[in-house]
């Protein structure tokens, strides 16, 4: 999953787009992860177990959840992964571009 994330995150890197994570395995584990995997997005550590508060507050039950947001913060996809993802992505940049040409062209 790592080296998708990773794919993607240099693919859209001129593109309004973030990848963000959240981990809840101990800190040393998240630590080592980071390094050993080559993440240089942006990872937040919930607290060591599943019930740390990024978690309760976006009702993740379990790992990896996946969330894809459009520029307005809607959760719009849930658990895509490979292809899925990259389509969905796609899919809301391409929204986006099309609603700022049409509000360009007004």
């Not at 981990?23 to 919930?46: F, G, H, M, Q, Y």
């Not at 060591?48 to 978690?55: H, V």
């Amino acid at each position: 999953m790592y080296s998708h994330e990773r794919s993607l995150v240099e693919r859209l890197k001129d593109q309004p787009f973030a990848l963000i994570g959240v981990n809840s395995d101990p800190k040393e584990k998240v630590v080592e992860a980071l390094k050993r995997e080559n993440i240089t997005w942006r990872s937040w550590w919930d607290g060591g177990d599943t019930s740390g508060p990024i978690a309760s507050r976006w009702n993740v039950t379990g790992w990896p959840t996946i969330y894809i947001l459009d520029h307005k913060g809607v959760i719009r996809f849930k658990n895509q992964r490979g292809e899925a993802m990259d389509k969905a992505v796609d899919e809301l940049l391409a929204e986006m571009k099309a609603g700022a040409d049409t509000k360009s062209d007004q």
